[in-house]
Structures are given as structure tokens and as C-alpha cells.
């Protein structure tokens, strides 16, 4: 078995679609990567299956076995206590309201010792310290996807608060807004997140509104709207994805900017499922709607599309054990 400090590490990234592992070198390098479907029922232990499973066969692809790790390292989302590797109230993951040990599980699973942070904090250091953040010493992550996540980095370093910083899908821009999945009103993840919009896109086409998006997603054999079938539907000028779209990238302005008034950051990084497959393009127009709002205009913040793309969350995760 190699040295701790040269053996590859195992990243997982738990996302309300996919489970994506990695086996990452200490310096950054992915060696064996696989991808599974997230589950839509059951609970926090089928979850945990289908992410102990994906990191076998990333390590399978790596040609290592999964106990001669350094370590695994885990973004999960909901709110989540490194200190016992407990994940709770993930809501956009099946039956996951309560609490889940799921450290515990995956390192009697595995084999290996298992750290476990926020999703999109891990995912937001990766592009700190390997990506698009690189240049920056304060940066905001914003991951748009299933929900809208965040990461803070002041002064080179993460910051927790006392667990659960950075939840910027859940700033409020909307006074007795929208219903949100985290159960209150008026989040910006109640207009931007991909499940609400898909809860809202359901409403709108069982009221008869045309929209093309169910059937490219039949057509394409999933039963969700993953952010390729909105791409998809916004290149065909699908008027409800369109719409839905542009509602999300003014509450994203609106939440950004907000943000960056009380933290004054150098720079703002969008990733997330939706965010990277839309690209440049809509990275420009959320910076466009920031500006509005911002109270220091003429020095906004700069705005780029994460680099590390599928592999940021897992590369983020396996950094954990820098720490």
C-alpha cells in the first residue's frame, strides 16, 4: 500500500440527478472516474449504496481497490456535521428529512476513512485552488442545478460559518414568493432551482400550456428534466423553457448581487448541472442582472463559468483530506 501522503484519494459528488466519483491523485489528477443516477425513491441507505457502488467502479477504472485510499472525501448536500459524518435534511434526495450516518456507511463500505462536507463548499474550493478561483483570494461558488448551492472563500480560506454558510438558494428575493422545497417562500431556488422549475413547468403543462419539454424528455428515456433537456429546449425556442429560464436568471441576479453587497468578493464562480451545460452565455446575462443591484457598480465583482466541470464536486470532495 502506498504512503498516505501518494495515495490516490476517492471523491464523491452527491447531486439530486447524478452520483459522480473520481479516484484523484494528491496533485489534482483524475485517474478513474464513474457516474450513476441518482435514486428517486427508497432512502438515505439507497442513496448510499449507488454512491458506494459509483466509487467502486471509479476505482475499478483506476485499476486500485477502494481500501488502499488515502481517503474518501464526500460534498453531500443538506446540512451536514464533519465532525460525525451525519447528513441531514437533504430534501432534494429521496426520504432524506431526517438524519443519516453517512460516513459511518460508506467507510464500512469501502473500507477507507470517510470525510464528508457541503456539496457545493468542496466544489467551490476545487475551483479555488484548481480552477477558475485560482487567481482570486475571496470568491463566491454559486451551483445552479437540482437546487442553488453556495460556497464562500474569504482571505484563502473556506468559510463554514457554524455548518451551514453559503446556502444562497435560500436568500430570500421574493417577499411571500414562491414555495420553495426547503418548505418557506420567496427563495431564489423557488425560481431557479431545476427541481422547482420542473415542479413548475408540471403545473403549467397539465394547465395546457405548450411546451415541448416532457417530450424531449420521454423521447430521451429520463423522467426528470436534466439541465440537457432544458439546453435542448431553450436551443429549439421552447416558449414555457424560455420563460422558466429567464425567471431564474433574474432571481440569480437578484440573489448574487445580494451576496456580494454584504461580502464584497473578488469574484463569482456559476457551476451546477444547469449553470456549466448553459455556459458563457447565461454566466453573462446572470452578470448583467447583478449589476443592477449591486451598491458598488463601478467595481463589480468578476464572473466566470467553473472550469473543472463533472469533476469539480468529486475533485473538490477528495481535497478534504488536505485539510
Same mark, same amino acid.
Given at each position: 500500500?502506498?504512503?498516505?501522503?501518494?495515495?490516490?484519494?476517492?471523491?464523491?459528488?452527491?447531486?439530486?440527478?447524478?452520483?459522480?466519483?473520481?479516484?484523484?491523485?494528491?496533485?489534482?489528477?483524475?485517474?478513474?472516474?464513474?457516474?450513476?443516477?441518482?435514486?428517486?425513491?427508497?432512502?438515505?441507505?439507497?442513496?448510499?449504496?449507488?454512491?458506494?457502488?459509483?466509487?467502486?467502479?471509479?476505482?475499478?477504472?483506476?485499476?486500485?481497490?477502494?481500501?488502499?485510499?488515502?481517503?474518501?472525501?464526500?460534498?453531500?448536500?443538506?446540512?451536514?456535521?464533519?465532525?460525525?459524518?451525519?447528513?441531514?435534511?437533504?430534501?432534494?434526495?429521496?426520504?432524506?428529512?431526517?438524519?443519516?450516518?453517512?460516513?459511518?456507511?460508506?467507510?464500512?463500505?469501502?473500507?477507507?476513512?470517510?470525510?464528508?462536507?457541503?456539496?457545493?463548499?468542496?466544489?467551490?474550493?476545487?475551483?479555488?485552488? @484548481? $480552477? %477558475? +478561483?485560482?487567481?482570486?483570494?475571496?470568491? *463566491?461558488?454559486?451551483?445552479?442545478?437540482?437546487?442553488? #448551492? &453556495? =460556497?464562500v472563500i474569504l482571505d484563502g480560506e473556506r468559510w463554514l460559518g457554524r455548518g451551514a454558510a453559503g446556502e444562497i438558494g435560500h436568500m430570500v428575493v421574493v417577499i411571500g414568493g414562491a414555495h420553495c422545497p426547503c418548505g418557506r417562500r420567496g427563495c431564489m431556488e423557488a425560481y431557479a432551482g431545476r427541481a422547482a422549475m420542473e415542479a413548475k413547468a408540471r403545473r403549467e403543462d397539465a394547465d395546457g400550456v405548450k411546451t415541448d419539454l416532457f417530450k424531449i424528455m420521454k423521447k430521451r428515456?429520463?423522467?426528470?428534466?436534466?439541465?440537457?433537456?432544458?439546453?435542448?429546449?431553450?436551443?429549439?425556442?421552447?416558449?414555457?423553457?424560455?420563460?422558466?429560464?429567464?425567471?431564474?436568471?433574474?432571481? @440569480? $441576479? %437578484? +440573489?448574487?448581487?445580494?451576496?456580494?453587497? *454584504?461580502?464584497?468578493?473578488?469574484?463569482?464562480?456559476? #457551476? &451546477? =448541472?444547469?449553470?456549466?451545460?448553459?455556459?458563457?452565455?447565461?454566466?453573462?446575462?446572470?452578470?448583467?442582472?447583478?449589476?443592477?443591484?449591486?451598491?458598488?457598480?463601478?467595481?463589480?465583482?468578476?464572473?466566470?463559468?467553473?472550469?473543472?466541470?463533472?469533476?469539480?464536486?468529486?475533485?473538490?470532495?477528495?481535497?478534504?483530506?488536505?485539510?
Amino acid at each position: 500500500m502506498p504512503p498516505a501522503d501518494t495515495a490516490p484519494r476517492g471523491g464523491i459528488d452527491l447531486g439530486g440527478t447524478k452520483v459522480q466519483a473520481a479516484i484523484v491523485t494528491p496533485n489534482g489528477e483524475v485517474i478513474g472516474d464513474a457516474r450513476r443516477a441518482t435514486p428517486t425513491s427508497g432512502g438515505p441507505e439507497d442513496v448510499a449504496r449507488e454512491m458506494a457502488a459509483a466509487l467502486a467502479e471509479a476505482a475499478d477504472a483506476a485499476a486500485v481497490k477502494t481500501d488502499s485510499l488515502a481517503g474518501i472525501g464526500v460534498g453531500s448536500p443538506g446540512e451536514v456535521d464533519e465532525a460525525t459524518g451525519e447528513v441531514s435534511g437533504a430534501r432534494n434526495l429521496p426520504g432524506w428529512d431526517g438524519s443519516f450516518a453517512l460516513s459511518a456507511w460508506l467507510s464500512d463500505a469501502l473500507g477507507a476513512p470517510v470525510r464528508i462536507g457541503n456539496d457545493v463548499d468542496v466544489a467551490t474550493n476545487a475551483e479555488f485552488k @484548481l $480552477g %477558475a +478561483g485560482r487567481p482570486y483570494r475571496s470568491l *463566491l461558488g454559486v451551483f445552479w442545478g437540482t437546487g442553488v #448551492g &453556495g =460556497g464562500v472563500i474569504l482571505d484563502g480560506e473556506r468559510w463554514l460559518g457554524r455548518g451551514a454558510a453559503g446556502e444562497i438558494g435560500h436568500m430570500v428575493v421574493v417577499i411571500g414568493g414562491a414555495h420553495c422545497p426547503c418548505g418557506r417562500r420567496g427563495c431564489m431556488e423557488a425560481y431557479a432551482g431545476r427541481a422547482a422549475m420542473e415542479a413548475k413547468a408540471r403545473r403549467e403543462d397539465a394547465d395546457g400550456v405548450k411546451t415541448d419539454l416532457f417530450k424531449i424528455m420521454k423521447k430521451r428515456g429520463h423522467d426528470r428534466l436534466t439541465s440537457s433537456i432544458w439546453e435542448r429546449a431553450l436551443n429549439q425556442s421552447d416558449a414555457l423553457a424560455t420563460r422558466l429560464i429567464d425567471r431564474a436568471v433574474k432571481a @440569480l $441576479g %437578484a +440573489g448574487i448581487a445580494s451576496a456580494v453587497n *454584504l461580502l464584497d468578493v473578488e469574484a463569482v464562480i456559476i #457551476g &451546477g =448541472g444547469i449553470g456549466v451545460r448553459l455556459g458563457e452565455p447565461y454566466a453573462e446575462r446572470i452578470e448583467k442582472r447583478m449589476h443592477k443591484h449591486l451598491f458598488v457598480d463601478e467595481r463589480p465583482p468578476a464572473v466566470h463559468v467553473a472550469e473543472l466541470g463533472d469533476f469539480g464536486g468529486a475533485m473538490g470532495a477528495s481535497l478534504l483530506f488536505d485539510d
